[in-house]
């Protein structure tokens, strides 16, 4: 086993299958025999896509001896299963669609493989993306990499577990309240979401049509702005920079630090300290009505996915539980299909959408929602970026958040930019020991900017992780078993 | 109708916009096919496809907006009625509800005897057809007792417009001529085909009775399953008969939705309509709002064609032409452009309108080749009824003319030039001819003469005939007269 190669960057890799140095072959192989060396244990992949991978990789191959230069020629990619690619069985870790084959590719997922990527398999989530550590999986369970007893962050957990433990470089994640910080934090990893609306939605199985956003998370940031996920748009390669200085980074007065729970908020005292020592000055900006975040997405994002999930109705494709008549199958069908998260969101979106309570919910929650993005607004007339916990907790044990509320609180600090369609990332920014835990646990800063500020974001988390080192601190075990 | 009731009708109308491609995806849009072979992940609402709007969609809108003296607010938006169907992929279906495309407008129309009316609109939105269900197994194809369902998802997806009048009709023929007027300013938009029988036209009408004068409305009902404008006409009046007879025998109307049983020359209940539906429409987070231009209204207005219910004024009242005449020609919008431009070159509505609606018409049905197509150019044809009013060809060469015209195209004074068929009143010629036709014709002369009058005709078509078509009929008649009695 050549544990150099799974270790790779993203750049790296693709530096070295341009360069000739090896192959896209070679790295596939490698990434694989780890895959099944180790995803029984960390059950990061629902698919794991063996034929593709190695056609795909001889493609990138012919391409690069061709005289292709491809921006992640032989980069091992974990596609989240709400994502579709033709010919490949995507589920959104539902039942409901535990056998469909998607017939076409998403543009994100197109995209990335054209440029060189090997998809290496369909990640685990939470079922239809809805939910913050991948227990809401109908279709398996997936284990943080840096502990197993405890979960890798969700929804996008599946994509988040497999590059923690090497068995991809990039995985491609959906962030809708936070699916992809909230993992990155929880797995030691950069984990980005792009500006709403930047990456092409198409193929990507809607759960809040009006949030959702593709995004990569990877080992490091500078291997973030090289996915190239969309070309419309000027490039999101970040400008590279190894200090902050010149930067105004805003700290949110009314975030409640009593959400972080257990979590000390010395982890973060230290991490805005950082911020301080790389050159940026930390002021104080104020968001009022960001403490409302929650509440408005909880009404929005269900509203959303109660239409957006009509239409697997056993008609066309996916589960059909036969039924008296139509309607009877409909019902059978979606109360077999669906799991009860995504049950409640259904109930509370039908609810906050129905006549007589559409104007004192859903028309508040846009309002509320328009009021957000105008508090950021100003803020960013005081500061370039903000930073805050990128999550409520560090990862945690199976069936610890039993209850919906505790689980919804995960994503306290992520919302309100989803909200606001901002693009915000994830780093790496410490590690927390855990009582009777196997090693200590990552835990993640959020940085954040006004629309389409990519690039500035980039660099600041670049400059912020290479100064800082906490990616490199520690590594999974389980990396390192096969 | 009682002169004790009046009627009142609201009329909901889906046209089916005619398009390349389906609303949202890049589908062939057109009617019939083998089902499910203009189908793609869009328009099957497969997981994780995303519909983009289609822009001659909304231009077709716009242009109807227009035509219709309607308001094009300067921000749309579309939204989402949520219900579960299976012909309807999504399980909603993209529409406008709130902030609809068009707002108000008119619908001017005439009726037989000629007179012109309005009904307002309420307003037109855009939206989405679905697809199409047949129920096998149950023998007459209702859903009922069925034992499978067929669903065609060839029409899912089609742009769809709907039109939502105000209750101004107050009669079947109101109706009626609301709807052919309707129609038509559609067709000369070129937005939709427009055809009932392929249901690019579907209606519903909404009816209830009233005392005349009385400004409140009655309960309505709202009739369905009407497929043709006749169908339409027998549902009203059937509708409004079963309602005053309800009224009389002292009972109540109940709103609701009424089926029109064709065979049966009924309405009748329809499924006692699963209660209120509650569609939870809400604005669709997958398309942006549609922000209008001003100049792009500006635009499609001065771009207006000839519209039918400004050329029905101008044919019945400055052309003086009849109302049968006026709406055959404004019925074929290709038509009226050419009789247009006929009569802006000949000045003379009436003689035009003779060729354009009789000889060319019926040339044009022969031949399966529309008038505006035909190698008759309008500028011919004008010179023709030029030669007709300035009587240098007679009628009946005028006919024969336009039959070379349609064949071989060109001016007709040119062929009347290279072949001599100028008509003539050259008296001392016509007498030649008149002459002639006598002594060859003794026999007719002799019968005339002892009474039998009626060999008049014989005789002067002889002559006619001699002149190879040439001479003026009326002085021919006159002059073979004359000469009989003396």
Same mark, same amino acid.
């Given at each position: 086993?050549?544990?150099?190669?799974?270790?790779?960057?993203?750049?790296?890799?693709?530096?070295?299958?341009?360069?000739?140095?090896?192959?896209?072959?070679?790295?596939?192989?490698?990434?694989?025999?780890?895959?099944?060396?180790?995803?029984?244990?960390?059950?990061?992949?629902?698919?794991?896509?063996?034929?593709?991978?190695?056609?795909?990789?001889?493609?990138?191959?012919?391409?690069?001896?061709?005289?292709?230069?491809?921006?992640?020629?032989?980069?091992?990619?974990?596609?989240? !299963?709400?994502?579709?690619?033709?010919?490949?069985?995507?589920?959104?870790?539902?039942?409901?669609?535990?056998?469909?084959?998607?017939?076409?590719?998403?543009?994100?997922?197109?995209?990335?493989?054209?440029?060189?990527?090997?998809?290496?398999?369909?990640?685990?989530? $939470?079922?239809?993306?809805?939910?913050?550590?991948?227990?809401?999986?109908?279709?398996?369970?997936?284990?943080?990499?840096?502990?197993?007893?405890?979960?890798?962050?969700?929804?996008?957990?599946?994509?988040?577990?497999?590059?923690?433990?090497?068995?991809?470089?990039?995985?491609?994640?959906?962030?809708?309240?936070?699916?992809? +910080?909230?993992?990155?934090?929880?797995?030691?990893?950069?984990?980005?979401?792009?500006?709403?609306?930047?990456?092409?939605?198409?193929?990507?199985?809607?759960?809040?049509?009006?949030?959702?956003?593709?995004?990569?998370?990877?080992?490091?940031?500078?291997?973030?702005?090289?996915?190239?996920?969309?070309?419309?748009?000027?490039?999101?390669?970040?400008?590279?920079?190894?200090?902050?200085?010149?930067?105004?980074?805003?700290?949110?007065?009314?975030?409640?630090?009593?959400?972080?729970?257990?979590?000390?908020?010395?982890?973060?005292?230290?991490?805005?300290?950082?911020?301080?020592?790389?050159?940026?000055?930390?002021?104080?900006?104020?968001?009022?009505?960001?403490?409302?975040?929650?509440?408005?997405?909880?009404?929005?994002?269900?509203?959303?996915?109660?239409?957006?999930?009509?239409?697997?109705? *056993?008609?066309?494709?996916?589960?059909?539980?036969?039924?008296?008549?139509?309607?009877?199958?409909?019902?059978?069908?979606?109360?077999?299909?669906?799991?009860?998260?995504?049950?409640?969101?259904?109930?509370?979106?039908?609810?906050?959408?129905?006549?007589?309570?559409? $104007?004192?919910?859903?028309?508040?929650?846009?309002?509320? +929602?328009?009021?957000?993005?105008?508090?950021?607004?100003?803020?960013?007339?005081?500061?370039?970026?903000?930073?805050?916990?990128?999550?409520?907790?560090?990862?945690?044990?199976?069936?610890?958040?039993?209850?919906?509320?505790?689980?919804?609180?995960?994503?306290?600090?992520?919302?309100?930019?989803?909200?606001?369609?901002?693009?915000?990332?994830?780093?790496?920014?410490?590690?927390?020991?855990?009582?009777?835990?196997?090693?200590?646990?990552?835990?993640?800063?959020?940085?954040?900017?006004?629309?389409?500020?990519?690039?500035?974001?980039?660099?600041?988390?670049?400059?912020?992780?290479?100064?800082?080192?906490?990616?490199?601190?520690?590594?999974?075990?389980?990396?390192?078993?096969? | 109708?009682?002169?004790?009731?009046?009627?009142?009708?609201?009329?909901?109308?889906?046209?089916?916009?005619?398009?390349?491609?389906?609303?949202?995806? *890049?589908?062939?849009?057109?009617?019939?096919?083998?089902?499910?072979?203009?189908?793609?992940?869009?328009?099957?609402?497969?997981?994780?496809?995303?519909?983009?709007?289609?822009?001659?969609?909304?231009?077709?809108?716009?242009?109807?907006?227009?035509?219709?003296?309607?308001?094009?607010?300067?921000?749309?938006?579309?939204?989402?009625?949520?219900?579960?169907?299976?012909?309807?992929?999504? !399980?909603?279906?993209?529409?406008?509800?709130?902030?609809?495309?068009?707002?108000?407008?008119?619908?001017?129309?005439?009726?037989?005897? *000629?007179?012109?009316?309005?009904?307002?609109?309420?307003?037109?939105?855009?939206?989405?057809?679905?697809?199409?269900?047949?129920?096998?197994?149950?023998?007459?194809?209702?859903?009922?007792?069925?034992?499978?369902?067929?669903?065609?998802?060839?029409?899912?997806?089609?742009?769809?417009?709907?039109?939502?009048?105000?209750?101004?009709? +107050?009669?079947?023929?109101?109706?009626?001529?609301?709807?052919?007027?309707?129609?038509?300013?559609?067709?000369?938009?070129?937005?939709?085909?427009?055809?009932?029988?392929?249901?690019?036209?579907?209606?519903?009408?909404?009816?209830?009775?009233?005392?005349?004068?009385?400004?409140?409305?009655?309960?309505?009902?709202?009739?369905?399953?009407?497929?043709?404008?006749?169908?339409?006409?027998?549902?009203?009046?059937?509708?409004?008969?079963?309602?005053?007879?309800?009224?009389?025998?002292?009972?109540?109307?109940?709103?609701?939705?009424?089926?029109? !049983?064709?065979?049966?020359?009924?309405?009748?209940?329809?499924?006692?309509?699963?209660?209120?539906?509650?569609? +939870?429409?809400?604005?669709?987070?997958?398309?942006?709002?549609?922000?209008?231009?001003?100049?792009?209204?500006?635009?499609?207005?001065?771009?207006?064609?000839?519209?039918?219910?400004?050329?029905?004024?101008?044919?019945?009242?400055?052309?003086?032409?009849?109302?049968?005449?006026?709406?055959?020609?404004? $019925?074929?919008?290709?038509?009226?452009?050419?009789?247009?431009? =006929?009569?802006?070159?000949?000045?003379?509505?009436?003689?035009?309108?003779?060729?354009?609606?009789?000889?060319?018409?019926?040339?044009?049905?022969?031949?399966?080749?529309?008038?505006?197509?035909?190698?008759?150019?309008?500028?011919?044809?004008?010179?023709?009824?030029?030669?007709?009013?300035?009587?240098?060809?007679?009628?009946?060469?005028?006919?024969?003319?336009?039959?070379?015209?349609?064949?071989?195209?060109?001016?007709?004074?040119?062929?009347?030039?290279?072949?001599?068929?100028?008509?003539?009143?050259?008296?001392?010629?016509?007498?030649?001819?008149? !002459?002639? =036709?006598?002594?060859?014709?003794?026999?007719?002369?002799?019968?005339?003469?002892?009474?039998?009058?009626?060999?008049?005709?014989?005789?002067?078509?002889?002559?006619?005939?001699?002149?190879?078509?040439?001479?003026?009929?009326?002085?021919?008649?006159?002059?073979?007269?004359?000469?009989?009695?003396?």
């Amino acid at each position: 086993m050549n544990h150099e190669l799974i270790e790779r960057s993203a750049a790296e890799t693709a530096a070295a299958v341009n360069g000739g140095t090896i192959s896209a072959v070679e790295v596939t192989r490698a990434t694989l025999e780890h895959v099944h060396g180790v995803d029984r244990e960390v059950g990061a992949y629902l698919t794991v896509l063996e034929d593709l991978a190695m056609e795909r990789a001889a493609d990138v191959d012919r391409r690069v001896a061709a005289g292709e230069t491809l921006p992640l020629a032989g980069v091992p990619l974990a596609v989240k !299963d709400n994502m579709c690619l033709r010919g490949t069985r995507t589920t959104c870790a539902s039942r409901i669609l535990e056998h469909w084959v998607a017939p076409y590719t998403a543009t994100a997922v197109a995209r990335a493989i054209d440029a060189g990527a090997i998809p290496i398999g369909k990640a685990n989530c $939470d079922e239809f993306a809805m939910g913050s550590s991948c227990e809401n999986s109908a279709l398996g369970v997936t284990r943080n990499p840096y502990d197993l007893t405890r979960v890798p962050g969700g929804s996008s957990g599946g994509s988040s577990a497999a590059v923690a433990a090497r068995e991809a470089a990039i995985g491609l994640g959906s962030d809708t309240g936070g699916s992809i +910080r909230e993992p990155a934090a929880f797995c030691n990893l950069v984990g980005f979401k792009p500006t709403y609306g930047r990456v092409s939605r198409y193929g990507l199985i809607a759960f809040a049509s009006s949030l959702d956003q593709i995004g990569p998370l990877t080992r490091n940031a500078g291997a973030v702005g090289s996915t190239s996920l969309d070309r419309e748009v000027e490039p999101t390669a970040p400008a590279l920079r190894e200090d902050l200085r010149g930067l105004k980074i805003g700290l949110v007065r009314e975030f409640d630090t009593a959400a972080l729970g257990t979590l000390s908020s010395g982890l973060y005292q230290k991490a805005y300290d950082d911020l301080t020592k790389l050159g940026a000055e930390i002021v104080d900006v104020s968001l009022p009505t960001a403490d409302y975040g929650l509440a408005t997405y909880y009404l929005i994002a269900p509203a959303e996915c109660s239409s957006n999930l009509a239409r697997f109705d *056993g008609v066309r494709y996916g589960l059909r539980v036969p039924g008296e008549d139509v309607r009877a199958m409909y019902d059978n069908t979606r109360a077999a299909g669906f799991g009860p998260e995504v049950k409640r969101r259904i109930l509370i979106g039908t609810y906050a959408l129905s006549s007589g309570y559409y $104007d004192a919910y859903y028309v508040r929650a846009q309002k509320a +929602r328009t009021l957000i993005a105008r508090d950021f607004e100003k803020a960013f007339a005081d500061c370039d970026l903000i930073a805050c916990p990128a999550a409520s907790c560090a990862a945690f044990t199976f069936n610890a958040k039993s209850d919906p509320y505790s689980m919804y609180l995960m994503d306290y600090y992520t919302i309100p930019m989803s909200l606001a369609g901002l693009p915000a990332l994830s780093v790496p920014c410490g590690w927390t020991d855990v009582e009777g835990g196997e090693s200590p646990l990552p835990i993640g800063l959020q940085l954040c900017g006004p629309l389409f500020s990519e690039r500035l974001l980039l660099g600041a988390a670049h400059a912020y992780e290479s100064a800082t080192g906490h990616a490199r601190a520690h590594r999974p075990a389980v990396a390192a078993r096969t | 109708m009682s002169v004790r009731y009046e009627a009142v009708i609201g009329m909901e109308c889906h046209v089916e916009l005619k398009t390349a491609t389906k609303m949202f995806c *890049g589908c062939r849009n057109e009617f019939g096919g083998e089902p499910n072979t203009r189908i793609c992940p869009v328009c099957l609402a497969f997981p994780g496809a995303l519909p983009v709007p289609n822009e001659r969609a909304i231009e077709h809108m716009l242009r109807a907006g227009v035509a219709l003296g309607a308001t094009i607010p300067e921000f749309s938006k579309f939204d989402r009625k949520n219900y579960f169907y299976p012909d309807m992929p999504k !399980d909603y279906q993209i529409s406008q509800y709130d902030m609809p495309l068009v707002s108000g407008g008119i619908v001017r129309y005439w009726l037989e005897d *000629g007179t012109m009316h309005e009904c307002r609109l309420t307003r037109i939105h855009l939206e989405e057809d679905t697809g199409k269900s047949t129920h096998a197994g149950s023998g007459d194809g209702r859903i009922a007792g069925s034992s499978y369902s067929l669903v065609d998802f060839n029409r899912a997806g089609v742009p769809l417009m709907e039109c939502v009048s105000e209750p101004d009709l +107050r009669s079947a023929d109101e109706a009626v001529a609301f709807l052919e007027s309707l129609r038509r300013t559609l067709l000369a938009l070129g937005v939709s085909d427009v055809k009932m029988e392929e249901g690019s036209l579907r209606c519903d009408a909404n009816v209830s009775i009233r005392a005349p004068g009385s400004t409140t409305l009655g309960a309505k009902t709202e009739i369905k399953n009407m497929n043709s404008f006749r169908s339409v006409h027998r549902a009203i009046e059937s509708e409004i008969a079963r309602q005053i007879a309800l009224v009389e025998a002292g009972e109540r109307i109940v709103q609701e939705t009424r089926g029109w !049983d064709e065979h049966n020359g009924v309405t009748h209940s329809m499924r006692s309509k699963e209660e209120a539906h509650d569609y +939870r429409y809400f604005p669709d987070p997958d398309l942006v709002p549609l922000e209008i231009a001003r100049d792009r209204i500006d635009r499609v207005t001065a771009e207006m064609p000839g519209l039918p219910a400004h050329r029905f004024e101008r044919y019945t009242g400055e052309y003086a032409l009849g109302v049968a005449v006026a709406t055959q020609i404004i $019925d074929n919008p290709a038509l009226a452009d050419y009789f247009d431009d =006929v009569v802006a070159r000949s000045k003379n509505p009436a003689q035009s309108s003779n060729f354009v609606v009789g000889e060319l018409s019926r040339l044009a049905n022969e031949h399966n080749v529309a008038v505006a197509d035909s190698q008759v150019k309008a500028a011919d044809l004008a010179e023709l009824v030029g030669l007709v009013e300035s009587k240098r060809i007679n009628s009946k060469i005028a006919k024969e003319l336009l039959t070379r015209m349609w064949a071989g195209g060109g001016s007709p004074a040119a062929i009347v030039e290279r072949e001599g068929l100028a008509q003539t009143s050259d008296p001392a010629a016509i007498e030649k001819f008149v !002459d002639e =036709v006598l002594a060859a014709n003794l026999d007719g002369v002799a019968n005339y003469r002892a009474g039998k009058t009626n060999v008049l005709g014989f005789l002067v078509g002889q002559v006619m005939k001699a002149s190879r078509g040439k001479a003026d009929p009326a002085r021919v008649n006159e002059l073979v007269k004359k000469k009989l009695s003396t």
